[in-house]
Structure formats: C-alpha cells, structure tokens
C-alpha cells in the first residue's frame, strides 16, 4: 500500500508540481512596423513597460525587437500563460530559453509578472496605446485580439508518458 501511496504522490508531483518555464519573444524576422504594433498592443493592453523605458533595465538593447520581446512576454506572462496571449498574429513565439540578459530579468511566471516596482515616474504618451483585450486594436489593426489559430494547450509528451507508466504501476500494485 505504501508503493502505492507513493506512485500517487509522484504522480500529483509531477501533474501539480510546476511546468517548465516559458517565455514569448518576438520573431527576428517580423518587419519593423508588425513589432512596433505589437509592442504599442502589448503596452496599452496591460503589459509592464516601464523596465523598456529609458530609465528602465530593460532599455538597452534599444532596439524594437528587444523592446517587442519585453512587452510581448510581460503581456503573456500577465494574462496567465495563455497559448493565445503569444500569438500577436505571428509576430511572436513562445520559447523554453530564458531571454534575460545584462540585468534585464524578463519575468517567467505570472506572479513575477504582476507586481512592478518602479521608482521613476512615466510619461503617458510613451508608448502608442490601445484600448486593451476585447474591444482594443491588436497588432494588425483589426477590433478583436481574437485569432482563428485553433491553438490549443497541449500536454507535454514526457507528462503523457510519466502518467501512463505511474498508472500502470499504480494498477499492478493494487490488482
């Protein structure tokens, strides 16, 4: 019984116990003007933007790519890891590599993205702003942030293949 009770265990662990983590960043290879739509979205619909601003970690590289990526993931990581909050109709992706560098920390979970601690204080008219989610301009100018992508969530093949060996086991040890 307790080979049982620690199959169990191992298999709530690994079912509860944290997934790997993720980031959105920007495509490389999207034009200038598709990051900066995604950036101004990214911004105006409740990402954390200030570490991009001039006085911010983040500023440097001062380049639209660095600064898309930043806003992409604090949008994504904001709105809870969500497939479709990376999809800025194909001007971003999701990635397991960490884009953090030279101080500039790119938050990897939603409650490291959702407190900001600022000092300085921002302009309004930074960023180019929309109205948000549901009712605001996303990056291609349409009126809804919705995609037609049909993306789904889908679990990790290491998961599927540690939870069906654990039931197996769990099964034979009970019959």
Do not use: E
């Not at 944290?18 to 495509?27: E, N, Q």
């Not at 970690?57 to 994504?76: G, I, K």
């Not at 060996?165 to 019959?175: E, M, Q």
Request: hydrophobic letters at 40%; proline letters at 5%; charged letters at 10%.
């Amino acid at each position: 019984m307790s080979t049982a009770a620690l199959l169990l265990l191992v298999l709530a662990v690994s079912i509860f116990g944290g997934s790997d983590a993720a980031w959105c960043v920007c495509k490389a290879d999207a034009s200038s003007a598709a990051l900066q739509k995604t950036l101004d979205y990214a911004c105006g619909a409740g990402a954390d933007c200030n570490p991009i601003l001039k006085v911010g970690a983040c500023y440097n590289p001062n380049t639209v790519l660095a600064h898309c990526s930043y806003a992409a993931n604090s949008y994504y990581q904001r709105n809870g890891q969500a497939q479709t909050a990376c999809d800025f109709t194909g001007t971003a992706m999701l990635t397991s590599a960490d884009p953090s560098a030279n101080g500039c920390v790119y938050p990897a979970t939603p409650s490291s993205a959702a407190v900001t601690s600022s000092t300085s204080t921002t302009n309004p008219s930074t960023f180019n702003t929309t109205n948000g989610v549901l009712g605001g301009i996303d990056p291609m100018g349409t009126t809804s942030s919705m995609d037609d992508s049909k993306g789904g969530l889908l679990p990790k093949s290491t998961t599927v293949s540690l939870l069906s060996i654990l039931l197996a086991t769990l099964v034979s040890v009970i019959v």
